[in-house]
């Protein structure tokens, strides 16, 4: 029997905003411009000198796409001292590295030179292609176009980000709609060899939301679209399930290779109703395979150089920590 490998990382999520100015129908990670609508800068300190302390080596980055198009947004922002969300960002991910986690951003649509600005101060990035058909649910989401979106990934591969892209089941689209997504995902990697990770993403639906009573995918087909996905993208994509939002037990033997970034302090704020599995129940979710930690920015990459090399000392020392860890 073939020795199989999963992995996983130990992150914390840091949502920096929740103000976006898509308005997808099955989303409750977005809110209006209101108090509280920013993660202060205490607060993203906070989290990261408790999440380095607690061996956590990657600091997801998210915020609401384009909050700046949203009104009176500025009116929050400035305060801290910055005149865009990028420029808090930017910010942020400096402190991250300071304390010793690396930074991974998943920001929505960016442009090719705000990537390359944010590349310096990222071991990898990341952007839900989600589905290549024109669904219902993203009718007021002029970020969520298809070549909008396979567009950025160019820009990305032409950058050398290691990046992470995904599906999103049960949306809307058929499962010729996944394959159509899975074959563009693999002419972009084909290209520019950056895909590291694909996540096969189940949609949860959301009490208030537009699709709060939509059918959810079953594990059969969840299962066929990894075993699709498996069929269709090279070897060197790893394919990676939210362990916390299914049957992810029953879904390893299909062809999944990793559990993604998980956390022992921070909540999965766009599904907060689904709790992190503990380290021991990655454990038997992986079943027989071997559960491995990984860092955000995969060895393949560390090895071809694709970071800034200022954090090289950084990924040095965290790729020697979760060699350790991992025995």
Not at 12 to 38: A, D, H, K
Not at 227 to 240: C, S, T, Y
Not at 243 to 271: E, F
Request: charged share 25%; aromatic share 6%.
């Amino acid at each position: 029997m073939q020795h199989r490998v999963i992995t996983f990382s130990k992150n914390v999520f840091l949502p920096l905003t929740t103000v976006c100015r898509n308005r997808c129908g099955y989303c409750c990670f977005r809110t209006p411009v209101m108090e509280g609508c920013l993660l202060k800068k205490e607060e993203v300190e906070t989290t990261l000198h408790h999440g380095a302390a607690m061996g956590c080596t990657e600091a997801l980055f998210t915020f609401g796409e384009r909050p700046e198009e949203e009104p009176g947004f500025g009116k929050y922002l400035e305060p801290l001292g910055y005149s865009t969300i990028l420029d808090y960002c930017e910010a942020m991910c400096r402190k991250s590295i300071g304390y010793g986690v690396l930074p991974h951003t998943n920001a929505g649509i960016l442009t090719f030179e705000e990537m390359e600005r944010l590349r310096a101060v990222n071991a990898s990035m990341g952007l839900m292609l989600e589905t290549t058909a024109r669904i219902p649910a993203h009718a007021t989401s002029k970020g969520k176009e298809p070549e909008v979106r396979l567009a950025m990934m160019e820009d990305a591969g032409r950058l050398k980000i290691p990046f992470t892209t995904g599906l999103l089941l049960g949306i809307g689209e058929t499962m010729a709609d996944r394959e159509e997504s899975l074959y563009a995902i693999r002419d972009l990697h084909r290209r520019h060899k950056h895909i590291q990770e694909i996540i096969i993403q189940n949609f949860c639906p959301k009490p208030g939301t537009p699709m709060a009573n939509q059918p959810v995918p079953t594990t059969v087909e969840i299962c066929a679209t990894i075993r699709l996905a498996r069929e269709i993208l090279p070897r060197d994509i790893a394919i990676q399930i939210p362990p916390n939002l299914l049957d992810a037990a029953s879904l390893i033997p299909c062809g999944v290779d990793d559990l993604g970034g998980v956390s022992p302090l921070t909540i999965d704020y766009v599904n907060p109703e689904h709790p992190w599995p503990a380290f021991e129940e990655l454990k038997m979710i992986a079943g027989e395979a071997e559960l491995k930690e990984r860092l955000c920015i995969y060895p393949q990459y560390i090895e071809r150089g694709w970071y800034h090399p200022d954090l090289q000392p950084l990924i040095n020392r965290l790729e020697q920590t979760v060699k350790v860890r991992s025995g």
